[in-house]
């Protein structure tokens, strides 16, 4: 017999989100989700794409035509991009240096494509001349990258990177999910031709949309696999003679059709997520972009500061650690999903742990968009260092507060 137990409205207990992500989201951009619906051809909605694909041209700091958005967390970018540009049968380079490399690698595998893997040891990153080698030896039609990999907290400098792949003519698709907004991701200067991102992050939106953009080189790849689905072929189109794009709704080539001037009917946008990508653009412009930056790199260096004064050891290669999330090790003795649960059950602040090599090893403490304040750290420093003096811990009462305040003091504005 079927129950017929009633089930309580939506109530969810306030939380401070600092792990990897997702982050709390700015009030504003929850706001915005609640505005009316529109029709997808509304001229108002038009627009409001229009004006979303112009707000991530100068995140992504770029002029590509093709900055729009995915529907989908942040992986619906990263597949939208790889199965339109990969076809089967290409050699594919991914460096990896940890979780999301290894993703990348398997979405290429997915695609069809002859992946060529490199590994590095996680909390590393990889010199360009490692690269620039592995490309001339393999010759690959695309280089898949992650930027800023959160399973290690480590980030891949790119400056170098486009411009040798342009020397040998391959395509450069980045993974910026968790430095969007955070950290500096030039598209133009560094000769990126495609890059993919989501909301939940520095961008401090929900999960579910994800801003792309990709280049001419990028474009004229997609194009050549262009072929339109006859329900909403228009007289006079003309097809790619490239193999078809496997999957329908992540078809770029299809999306720049709805997107573009034809708006051709591919899928119904979802409304109240663009809402939420084009607030969570305009906070972050509004803001500045180099302000933002600053935020961050003060916020993970206040953080950092803190948790070296509680004589906890920071994992990785700190020369290459992202501002935005800091790794540090689970000291001996100590019981790391037991902090976790204490820090969420008497605090309400979530902080990570990670995968792989290092589950079970490291916590991963985020210091992201909505959450990259002061009065944030401070509180997950002294939230952690009670749990971690309950469990036996040993370390100066305050400490921690006491260096990353001191950090603080030092700069001015403080946030």
Not at 14 to 36: K, T
Not at 38 to 48: A, E, I, K, R
Not at 276 to 299: D, K, P, S, T, V
Not at 334 to 354: K, P
């Amino acid at each position: 017999m079927r129950s017929t137990r009633v089930i309580s409205e939506l109530d969810p207990l306030p939380r401070l989100l600092m792990g990897p992500g997702p982050v709390n989201a700015y009030p504003r951009v929850l706001q915005a989700m609640s505005m009316p619906l529109l029709g997808q051809f509304d001229p108002q909605f038009t627009d409001y794409m229009n004006e979303t694909m112009s707000l991530y041209r100068d995140i992504y700091q770029t002029d590509n035509r093709w900055t729009l958005l995915v529907d989908g967390t942040a992986r619906a970018g990263i597949e939208a991009l790889l199965v339109s540009l990969i076809e089967p049968g290409q050699r594919v380079l991914v460096p990896i240096f940890g979780r999301f490399g290894h993703l990348l690698a398997e979405i290429a595998r997915r695609c069809g494509a002859e992946v060529i893997s490199l590994e590095r040891e996680w909390g590393t990153v990889f010199e360009p001349q490692e690269l620039e080698a592995a490309i001339k030896q393999h010759r690959p039609a695309l280089l898949a990258l992650v930027h800023g990999d959160t399973s290690t907290t480590m980030a891949q400098p790119l400056e170098a990177i486009g411009r040798m792949c342009r020397e040998h003519d391959c395509l450069l698709y980045v993974d910026a999910t968790a430095t969007l907004g955070g950290m500096k991701v030039a598209a133009d200067e560094w000769h990126l031709d495609a890059v993919s991102a989501g909301l939940q992050k520095c961008l401090s939106g929900p999960p579910g949309s994800a801003p792309i953009t990709f280049n001419a080189r990028a474009e004229r790849q997609v194009l050549a696999r262009r072929h339109v689905e006859a329900g909403i072929r228009q007289a006079g189109a003309v097809a790619g003679n490239g193999p078809r794009i496997q999957s329908n709704y992540f078809d770029l080539a299809m999306l720049m059709d709805y997107w573009g001037e034809a708006r051709l009917n591919h899928h119904t946008e979802a409304t109240s997520m663009l809402y939420a990508a084009r607030e969570c653009a305009r906070i972050l412009l509004a803001e500045g972009l180099a302000n933002a930056f600053a935020r961050h790199e003060l916020a993970g260096r206040a953080l950092v500061a803190g948790l070296t004064a509680m004589t906890l050891k920071l994992f990785g290669d700190q020369a290459h650690k992202m501002p935005n999330v800091t790794g540090v090790y689970i000291p001996d003795g100590i019981d790391g999903e037991a902090v976790r649960a204490g820090m969420l059950g008497h605090f309400g602040i979530e902080i990570g742990t990670s995968f792989g090599p290092l589950s079970g090893r490291i916590w991963r403490i985020g210091t992201m968009g909505y959450n990259c304040r002061e009065r944030n750290i401070l509180i997950c420093l002294t939230a952690l260092e009670t749990v971690l003096r309950q469990q036996g811990f040993r370390c100066s009462p305050g400490a921690g507060v006491d260096a990353a305040m001191q950090v603080y003091a030092a700069d001015v504005p403080r946030t």
